[in-house]
């Protein structure tokens, strides 16, 4: 797959997050949480659900990651969810078509377009799910957005 690397600037986004140090599978036990939690509180969705990444090393045994649901104004935390608001950011943005076990490829690529011109990435980075499970049940349909904030 070939992939567009872009430069962008993206807004503030508040969201409710659950961020712990986990496996990564256990992605699926925090979705519904945040759903539902965003549910009972009458919220709207501002966005698309993401994750964010605060190491840059990948291990999919023990990562300190966030999910998170954009959601349109501040509400208590509750048990491991909490709002946050991640700041405006430039980042450089790659859209990934496909299966997430494809996903490496435009990883790779975002990792030379960052040596290449020798950026500095701030953590954590982001991916967002922008057609996914509940969109389609077809892997091959779902659309990520990888997104790695620059410094200045």
Not at 1 to 8: A, E, L, Q, R, T
């Amino acid at each position: 797959m070939s992939y567009k690397p872009v430069i962008k600037q993206v807004g503030e986004v508040l969201a409710l997050c659950w961020r712990e140090t986990s496996p990564l599978v256990e992605v699926g036990e925090r979705i519904p949480a945040l759903f539902h939690y965003a549910a009972e509180q009458e919220l709207e969705l501002t966005g698309p659900l993401f994750n964010l990444y605060y190491s840059h090393e990948f291990d999919e045994y023990e990562m300190d990651f966030a999910t998170c649901l954009p959601v349109n104004r501040v509400v208590a935390d509750k048990d491991k969810i909490t709002c946050i608001t991640l700041p405006a950011a430039r980042v450089l943005s790659l859209v990934h078509y496909g299966p997430y076990e494809k996903i490496v490829e435009a990883y790779k690529t975002a990792r030379d377009y960052i040596s290449e011109r020798g950026l500095k990435i701030l953590l954590p980075s982001r991916e967002l799910y922008l057609k996914t499970f509940g969109h389609t049940d077809n892997p091959e349909e779902f659309i990520t957005e990888l997104q790695f904030p620059i410094a200045e």
